[in-house]
């Protein structure tokens, strides 16, 4: 039995789900965290400029909801993308399944370079909107970031894209490789330009661009001559306007989902910032901890749609529901041991990161408490949208994560 067809019996047939759900769930639970320790290292390097820990911290933090608002077009396409490939997997129609990922390829690559100029563009306004003029270090250092990093959109649209086909194919190993690959280089690149060049915030957008750069065309050579599942085929591409119409049709609820919560966040850190840098860079650090303890739930979610999806291709709606069952079994149990672990330790992590602020320090340990008794939900929360995404309802997908941060989290704050 070739890799292909372990795994396809893995996702549609093998009686233990739970063992499948974490085979395939391992790996891309390695890529989240990956992705994470991305984001620490530059939040820790520059964390260590002297003089200025909260301000350096405060700068990359103000620019996240901005650059996530741009990537959840990516993001919703990825979802998409794993959605109808999956499903035309699992109904055993392959070429169709290249023309799904072929045409994917085309609309990411597309929209990540329009975004990337708007992003360039667009960067000195935007970031004036969040930070009060007396800011003079933070709102310059933001806006650096957010230009250089504009140019890694086109790259990481691609990157969403290729993890979307080989995730419906059941290999959550290979982009793990890239992304430990990014990460590495990343690790070197960054306390090089931020401290030994001194080039501070810049630097460690400069080092996250370098890395894209240097990794993302062997990811191309792999769409192109995977071994294993599905490739792209070149004369697939060119946009076919069912095919087209339908990922941009699906992928549109789930981006405005993601966009709108990146908005969100960006509301919250306007807000957050009347009360001080120190509250920001505590949010901020926060966030950025709690998700990694919650990364092996977005793991689960994200396999969860791949096997909905192929198992709704196969007609075989019974095993896609147990499958939503046992997935939720497992996603809450893991959070209430893991939130349970950390929670004895916040201000040890913390410390990681705030070196020189005894009042951002406090903040964050206060602010984790309540993030960690929230993670079991956040398990539910996770399961939920793997389970739309993997039936092509995105639409309920926009819903629940609109719903969570505009209707509870935001006026909570105001109030």
């Known amino acids: 039995m070739s890799k292909d067809e372990k795994k396809r019996n893995l996702i549609l047939h093998d009686k233990n789900i739970y063992k499948g759900l974490l085979i395939l769930a391992i790996p891309l639970m390695l890529n989240n965290f990956i992705k994470t320790i991305h984001d620490v290292i530059d939040m820790y390097f520059v964390s260590n400029i002297p003089g200025f820990s909260a301000d350096a911290i405060s700068s990359i933090s103000l620019t996240f909801p901005v650059v996530f608002t741009f990537i959840s077009l990516g993001i919703g396409l990825s979802a998409a993308g794993t959605a109808l490939i999956s499903q035309q997997m699992g109904s055993g129609q392959f070429d169709q399944a290249r023309k799904y990922a072929s045409n994917l390829v085309v609309i990411s690559l597309g929209i990540g370079i329009v975004l990337m100029f708007i992003s360039f563009f667009g960067a000195p306004i935007i970031m004036n909107f969040m930070i ?11 806006v650096k970031y957010l230009q250089i990093r504009a140019f890694e959109l086109p790259i990481v649209f691609l990157f969403f894209a290729f993890t979307a086909i080989r995730q419906s194919s059941g290999d959550t ?14 690790i070197v690149l960054t ?44 004369k697939y591409l060119k946009l076919d306007s069912l095919i087209s119409s339908k990922l941009i049709k699906t992928a549109i609820p789930a981006s405005m989902g993601q966009a709108f919560t990146a908005i969100g966040f960006g509301i919250m850190n306007g807000i957050l910032f009347t009360y001080g840098k120190e509250t920001v ?30 198992n709704i291709g196969n007609q075989n709606i019974p095993r896609a529901k147990e499958t939503f069952r046992k997935a939720m079994i497992l996603s809450v149990s893991i959070m209430f041991v893991g939130s349970a672990a ?13 070196k020189d602020d005894p009042v951002t ?12 008794i929230g993670l079991p939900l956040m398990a539910i929360f996770q399961t939920f949208i793997g389970t739309f995404n993997g039936t092509g309802n995105t639409k309920y997908t926009f819903i629940i994560t609109t719903t969570r941060l505009w209707v509870l989290r935001i006026p909570i704050v105001l109030i």
């Open 281 to 310: 860079a505590a949010f901020s650090v926060g966030n950025r901890l709690s998700s990694i303890i919650l990364h092996p739930v977005m793991a689960i979610g994200g396999v969860l749609a791949a096997y909905i999806g192929q």
């Open 361 to 372: 320090l406090q903040l964050t340990v206060e602010y984790m408490f309540y993030l960690l």
């Open 342 to 354: 950390v929670m004895g330790f916040r201000e040890f992590f913390a410390g990681f990161f705030i």
């Open 132 to 142: 009060s003029d007396s800011e003079i270090y933070i709102y310059e250092n933001s």
């Open 191 to 234: 306390p090089l330009l931020v401290s030994y060049y001194n080039l501070g915030v810049p630097g460690a957008a400069y080092a996250t661009l370098i890395a894209n750069v240097i990794i993302m065309p062997v990811g191309l050579m792999q769409l192109f001559k995977a071994k294993h599942g599905i490739t792209i085929d070149v």
């Open 173 to 186: 190993l290979t982009p793990v490789f890239y992304g430990v690959a990014t990460v590495i280089v990343n």
